[in-house]
């Protein structure tokens, strides 16, 4: 290693330094320790990649950016101008209140959605809705 990379090493903080602040705390209390841990990582090597100097400060700051760019969702509300109301790759049509409160509810419980209680067996999904069907 010759000096001129020594030199370029220390004006960068150690992973370990970085994630031992209080910043960094917070973080990983956003995100969970290995997320963080993997940007400190990616931005320090960027940093000697390019041989830049940082400070705790400005990695947990560029951590912090990189972070919450990629936990963004990768869906989004838009409005559906296409004139198509059912099926477009924008989504579906959207649903009454009322059929959004039953999903929301039956998300917080286990529900017998591919089990008979009747025969104690695996069931169907679709079950519960054949008897809504229309066949022409």
Not at 26 to 34: C, E, H, N, Q
Not at 99 to 119: C, F, G, N, Q, S
Request: glycine residues 6%.
């Amino acid at each position: 290693m010759t000096v001129a990379e020594r030199q370029g090493r220390s004006r960068l903080p150690a992973v370990d330094l970085v994630l031992r602040s209080n910043e960094a705390g917070a973080l990983i209390a956003t995100y969970g320790r290995s997320l963080v841990v993997d940007a400190v990582r990616t931005t320090l090597a960027e940093r000697r990649r390019y041989d830049l100097a940082a400070t705790v400060a400005s990695i947990i700051e560029e951590c912090a950016a990189l972070l919450a760019h990629e936990m963004q969702p990768s869906q989004r509300r838009v409005f559906n101008l296409t004139g198509t109301v059912l099926h477009t790759n924008l989504g579906r049509a959207p649903l009454p209140e009322e059929a959004i409160t039953a999903a929301v509810d039956a998300m917080r419980h286990p529900t017998t959605l591919e089990y008979k209680i009747e025969t104690g067996k695996r069931g169907e999904r679709d079950d519960h809705v054949s008897g809504h069907w229309c066949w022409r």
